[in-house]
């Protein structure tokens, strides 16, 4: 299981200094699509070119020309890039083949798709790397979570590593955990707390444990 | 009728050399998603800056986040910002309520929704002020187009404007004006043409006529 930090209401000086505070206790480092459309692809390689040994997630949430935003986005460094679970199969197709092409990996990101079970069995047939279920923002402020849709997709995906996000902090953390996926993501959980160092290193040790 | 100019495959220099050609011809010139994942939103600042008598479209193809996303593309002064069709209806709604409290207007991309009908009038009905079917690039490539959709929403949208999307040409723009949509975006068909001021004024002749 790995644990993946989600950065998206702060600036690229304000990332660096969290993923300073934070790096040993962390696999991917995520700039999220508020960060990307606000201050563009150079986030991402900024990050990358500042934390190496990081992987990097590029969240364009791409919906249209995916092979094209997979393309820059792999020029700026990313090793994962996220498209939406809503776009089109041609889409997402274009997507995974471009990401081959560059040796870059593909998460699917599952926000608003309405019937998770199915869709999750068709992108995994796809070739998609990951498949994350996801409770946006908009979702967390009327109270949802993803946990019930973690453990759909774990029930049918057969290939792709599964993931899930939205809302994770240390106390929900152990719940997640027991549906096993292969990767966590957690923004405000760290990033949003007086003791992120101490926070993450802490969800790293449950995370390793569980 | 009005004329959109779209650009998506540009960088800032290019985009203002092309709307320089055929700003005369056009209401509002479009920031499309690639530009603005690229460039960050000082690509819609820019181009508001340097052709203040245009309106700017930021094509921000919002999910998730949407009122954070509506103030910063406000804040970079936009004067339209796009969000999509399959985001969750809390996300529209709360894009639609920081919109008119910047003064700005939300168009709602219907791309990759499966029930055009059913959502537009939905939409219709959270107070968007355009909604747009659209045909992206990577359904174009596999010969799809938005002109029986066009007609759909025409039914059905009771408040808002209507608008087009996707491949649309000179020698198909004729087939678009007899469905009388409020708004024609056109990308390619303008800005990939040799003679890109001619076809604009061409277009917009065809328009106010239509």
Known sequence: ?????????????????????????????????????????????????????????????????????????????????????????????????????????????????KDIETRAKELDEFGVDYICVHTGYDMQAVGKNSFDDLKTIKRVVKNAKTAVAGGIKLDTLPEVIKAQPDLVIVGGGIAGQEDKKGTAAQMQQMIQQG
Chains 1, 2 share one sequence.
Do not use: H
Not at 74 to 98: F, H, M, R, Y
């Open 1 to 113: 299981m790995e644990l993946q930090l989600a950065l998206d209401l702060v600036n690229i000086p304000e990332a660096k200094e969290v993923v300073k505070e934070v790096e040993d206790y962390i696999d991917i480092v995520e700039i999220g699509t508020p960060i990307i459309k606000i201050e563009g692809l150079k986030a991402v390689k900024e990050i990358k070119e500042a934390f190496p040994n990081l992987q990097v997630l590029a969240d364009l949430k791409t919906m249209d020309a995916a092979a094209y935003e997979v393309q820059k986005a792999s020029e700026a460094n990313a090793d994962i890039v996220t498209i939406l679970g809503v776009a089109e199969d041609e889409s997402i197709k274009g997507a995974v083949e471009e990401a081959r092409k560059n040796g870059k990996k593909i998460l699917v990101d599952l926000i608003a798709v």
